[in-house]
């Protein structure tokens, strides 16, 4: 089975949305959810002598999932990764919590600095796992259709921007992570571990109370 398209929000009534470059934002309960892009190329031997490859995509995997358009996926809450409806504002599920993602970006560097106005920048860079079980069999890669157990080095720069209110701020979170690697299961191409590489990005701005 051939899947089809993620991007990150997570939304509720009474929500802000704003509009970021890639996607649409959202804020909940007074915390920012930053869609995400990813993008997994699995290795296989197609023939003797060839080794073709195969890419899973976060749009093909809201696909497989039964997710139709107008969903997305977003980093919300304590790193979860939550599929929502954007165009009704209804959060439909916690995909970390079932099992179907594992999203832990671990920083080794970081600094931050202060502008005008009270704006506050901070940078990091780190190591970022990314893990993904297509049924939810979280831990066993080999018994989901699709799956893949990736780390790779990452960066997140997040910017705080003070309102003309003082209670009010603007939050923005850009984060990449370009190099990932690692192995999983493709089974349309194969029943053996593959060796997969990938990436994963995201950025969002919406307007938070202090």
Do not use: R
Not at 43 to 66: D, N, R, W
Not at 82 to 89: E, F, R
Not at 193 to 203: H, I, K
């Amino acid at each position: 089975m051939k899947l089809t398209k993620i991007l990150m929000c997570a939304v509720a009534a009474g929500a802000m949305a704003f509009v970021s470059s890639n996607a649409q934002a959202v804020v909940i309960g007074n915390d920012l959810y930053t869609p995400i892009n990813i993008k997994a190329t699995f290795s296989y031997v197609a023939s003797a002598g060839k080794i073709k490859q195969a890419s899973l995509t976060s749009k093909q995997i809201l696909a497989y999932e039964g997710y139709g358009s107008g969903t997305a996926l977003v980093v919300g809450p304590d790193n979860d990764i939550y599929a929502v409806d954007t165009k009704n504002q209804v959060v439909l599920d916690d995909l970390s919590f079932e099992g179907y993602f594992y999203f832990y970006p671990n920083d080794y560097v970081d600094t931050s600095t202060y502008g005008v106005s009270g704006t506050y920048k901070s940078y990091e860079a780190g190591v970022l796992s990314l893990d993904f079980y297509s049924d939810a069999n979280f831990g066993i890669p080999d018994e989901n259709n699709y799956s893949f157990v990736c780390t790779g080095n990452y960066t997140n720069n997040e910017t705080d921007t003070v309102d003309n209110s003082a209670l009010i701020f603007t939050k923005t979170i850009t984060f990449s992570s370009k190099n990932l690697g690692g192995w999983g299961y493709d089974f349309d191409w194969s029943d053996i571990a593959l060796p997969v590489s990938g990436s994963a990005s995201g950025n969002a701005s919406g307007k938070l109370v202090d």
